[in-house]
């Protein structure tokens, strides 16, 4: 089986995966916007100190579409540090870096799918 072919089966098999376990969100970069199916991954609390030992605590959760889904009016893009994805309850997720590796997004599957790592700012 050629690469093309293992990549088109993957980019099926997530699509359908998508259709029963994701939901519609949408995804913003300034006044663009588009509509896609997303999954959400894993979700993690985030705490930090202050110096007066108040704790902050932030959920981190990590979004997975297809790469293809991901198109803007002006043509494809990669997630941005900034972005914002509002779910299905309008809950509103910042794109951000990953503290392991300093980027917002990677890839998956071949470069079929992306993970994308934000964190909530409004429920």
């Known amino acids: ?10 980019h099926r098999g997530l699509a ?3 259709r029963y376990a994701g939901e ?6 300034g006044s663009a916007s588009a509509s896609i199916i997303g999954t959400r991954g894993d ?8 110096n007066n030992e108040t704790t902050i605590q932030t959920d981190r959760v990590d979004w997975i579409f297809t790469a293809a889904a991901l198109v803007l009016p002006a043509g494809a893009i990669e997630p941005a540090e900034g972005d914002i994805i509002v779910d299905a309850a309008g809950v509103k997720y ?4 990953h503290p392991a590796d300093g980027k917002p997004a990677r890839w998956m599957e071949h470069k ?8 909530i700012v409004a429920s």
Do not use: D, F, G, P
């Not at 089986?1 to 993957?10: D, E, G, H, P, V």
């Not at 519609?24 to 970069?29: A, D, L, N, P, V």
């Not at 979700?43 to 202050?50: G, L, N």
């Not at 910042?94 to 870096?97: C, G, I, L, T």
């Open 16 to 18: 359908t995966v998508a």
């Open 43 to 50: 979700k993690t609390a985030i705490e930090a100190m202050t």
């Open 24 to 29: 519609t969100i949408e995804y913003q970069r």
């Open 94 to 97: 910042r794109v951000a870096k």
């Open 112 to 119: 079929v799918a992306m993970r994308v790592h934000t964190l």
């Open 1 to 10: 089986m050629t690469l093309s072919r293992i990549a088109a089966a993957l």
